[in-house]
């Protein structure tokens, strides 16, 4: 199985600062990495897949890089509703792998 | 609006069995992959099965291969998982989640229904 590692498992930072989030694979992944944000009440919110392609609705402060195995979240401009938890996962080949998660909060 | 909603979860015994349900709309249910993703408490995501369009192709982890079944009613825009011999381990809350079909992540979610498995 691929091992997703993600850093840092918690984040602090203020509104209108520029954070980012780094996920790092076992093994080769070619481009196939999703960022997921997670919030207390509201249903997972998918936000980039592919590396680096933006899902409708996605604001254009989120960014998404990298192939291979290391790939890099960044949130630019932060605003206040992007603070929660957020997940990388592997979709490049089964079983999918999720990283264990970064909570990024209000500093 | 695409809209997932699970239901069916609960306590349960130590090596008894639970069958959740999801219900969709707001899309055509027969033309996307479907999938379950689990959290358990305070931990991270993990999959659990998938589920092609037609039902005839089924995948799941070496964690719950055998004692869980993903299965679909395409008639009636819904998604099951049947739980079998569950473990404490099997606690969590359970999504349902759309799945893109060829390159595998999971670009709609439902809110969830918890499974507790304690005696």
């Known amino acids: 199985d691929v091992q997703m590692t993600q850093s840092p498992s918690n984040l602090a930072a203020s509104p209108g600062e520029s954070v980012s989030i780094n996920c790092k694979a076992s093994?080769?992944?070619?481009?196939?990495l999703a960022w997921y944000q997670q919030k207390p009440g509201k249903a997972n919110k998918l936000l980039i897949y592919?590396?680096?392609t933006l899902q409708s609705g996605t604001p254009s402060r989120f960014s998404g890089s990298g192939s291979g195995t290391d790939f890099t979240l960044t949130i630019r401009n932060l605003e206040p509703e992007d603070f929660g938890l957020y997940y990388c996962?592997?979709?490049?080949?089964?079983?999918?792998?999720f990283g264990a998660g970064t909570k990024l909060e209000l500093k | 609006e695409v809209q997932l909603v699970e239901s069916g979860g609960g306590l349960v015994q130590p090596g008894r069995s639970l069958k959740l349900s999801c219900a969709a709309s707001?899309?055509?249910?027969?033309?996307?992959?479907m999938a379950w993703v689990r959290q358990a408490p305070k931990k991270g995501l993990e999959w659990v099965a998938t589920?092609?369009?037609?039902?005839?192709?089924?995948y799941y982890p070496d964690s719950v291969k055998g004692r869980f079944t993903i299965s679909r009613d395409n008639a009636k825009s819904s998604l099951y998982l049947q739980m079998n011999s569950l473990k404490s381990e099997d606690t969590a809350t359970y999504y349902c989640?759309?799945?893109?079909?060829?390159?595998?992540?999971?670009?709609?979610w439902g809110q969830g229904v918890m499974v507790t498995v304690s005696s």
């Open positions: 989640a759309r799945q893109r079909t060829t390159t595998g992540y999971f670009d709609y």
């Open positions: 707001g899309f055509t249910f027969s033309n996307y992959y």
């Open positions: 589920i092609s369009t037609s039902g005839s192709r089924t």
């Open positions: 093994k080769s992944i070619s481009k196939y």
């Open positions: 592919s590396g680096s």
């Open positions: 996962q592997q979709h490049n080949e089964y079983p999918y792998t």
